[in-house]
């Protein structure tokens, strides 16, 4: 059974910055060829993407968070990560990191592997 495990998250006051980490273990496949993603999910919202990576290291962000957040991978670690710098009490939130062979299903919100998420809170 494949496990994600995520780290990192934790209270930060705004403008601060958070590091998040999620490494993977019990793939069935080439670590390097999955896409990879972070979500977060806000009480009383929808879970939402927040950056996405595939295996050739492109990234995505949800417009909320370019230009402050930076997702990252270390195929060699099975890791990816995601690193928060000008946070905001909106960022307040779960995050999970999330992992599928192909972007679609990343992308749909659908992918098949998920950490058991993180908690981030944005003190104003």
């Known amino acids: 059974q494949v496990q994600l495990v995520e780290s990192g998250g934790g209270s930060v006051q705004a403008g601060g910055s958070l590091s998040l980490s999620c490494v993977a273990s019990?793939?069935?496949?080439?670590?390097?060829?999955?896409?990879l993603a972070w979500f977060r999910q806000a009480p009383g919202k929808e879970r939402e993407v927040v950056a996405t990576?595939?295996?050739?290291?492109?990234?995505s962000y949800a417009d909320s968070v370019n230009g402050r957040f930076t997702i990252s991978r270390d195929n060699a670690k099975n890791t990816v990560s995601l690193q928060m710098s000008s946070l905001k009490p909106e960022d307040t939130a779960v995050y999970y990191c999330?992992?599928?062979?192909?972007?679609?299903?990343?992308?749909?919100?659908?992918?098949?592997?998920w950490g058991q998420g993180t908690q981030v809170t944005v003190s104003s």
């Open positions: 999330a992992a599928d062979s192909t972007m679609r299903r990343v992308v749909a919100g659908t992918p098949t592997y």
């Open positions: 019990r793939i069935p496949f080439i670590y390097g060829i999955y896409a």
């Open positions: 990576i595939d295996g050739g290291g492109s990234t």
